[in-house]
């Protein structure tokens, strides 16, 4: 489990083969301070990792070919850099909201303005995932919490502080961008709640 605070922002050094999929190798100054083991569980752009070959400023981890399809991390390439969060610990302080690093799907940035030192932006998510976007609900971008401003159909808005901007890889997308999308735990259990009663009454 996560919360979408990330925590340090790493480089992929090295993409391999492995087991069908790919062994990725990032590295991180702040990883030291991580205590990442092997089997440890890691955020990469939002998507759950097992931590392989934990080193004092690196760490290896496999993605799978279902992973790779289905998010961000196919698109990766040497010298890429992503976002890293480590698993929650009982006793941290939940910033931003649960997160489980299970990617429902990408999402698309398709228009960004600046106001004032902020940045407006705009994304088109999948149809099968825009009803759980709500105003002023959670959502995680690239393992990044944030809250939405607007929704109209499969669109919705996000307003990002300096801080994200500069301490996230959020600040360097352009148009045309996809990003791993993770709509809030809270909604798909309200859905399937909701599934159950309709079947109860039938």
Do not use: W
Request: charge should be negative; include cysteine; hydrophobic fraction near 40%.
């Amino acid at each position: 489990m996560f919360t979408g605070i990330v925590k340090a922002q790493g480089r992929i050094e090295s993409i391999e083969p492995a087991h069908g999929g790919k062994r990725l190798t990032i590295s991180a100054d702040a990883l030291a301070g991580f205590g990442l083991q092997v089997g440890d569980s890691i955020a990469v752009n939002g998507v759950c990792l097992t931590a392989l070959d934990p080193q004092p400023s690196s760490f290896a981890a496999d993605a799978s070919p279902e992973t790779l399809n289905l998010t961000s991390l196919g698109r990766l390439s040497s010298g890429s850099t992503v976002n890293l969060e480590p698993a929650l610990k009982a006793g941290d302080a939940l910033g931003g909201h649960l997160v489980s690093g299970h990617v429902d799907g990408m999402a698309m940035l398709v228009e960004m303005h600046d106001e004032g030192d902020n940045r407006r932006m705009r994304f088109e998510a999948p149809e099968s995932l825009a009803r759980y976007i709500a105003h002023k609900g959670s959502v995680t971008l690239d393992g990044v919490s944030l809250t939405v401003n607007r929704v109209e159909g499969r669109f919705f808005e996000l307003n990002l502080i300096p801080h994200t901007l500069e301490v996230t890889t959020l600040g360097g997308l352009s148009p045309g961008d996809p990003v791993n999308l993770e709509v809030d735990q809270i909604a798909r259990y309200l859905e399937r709640l909701l599934d159950n009663c309709l079947d109860n009454r039938k």
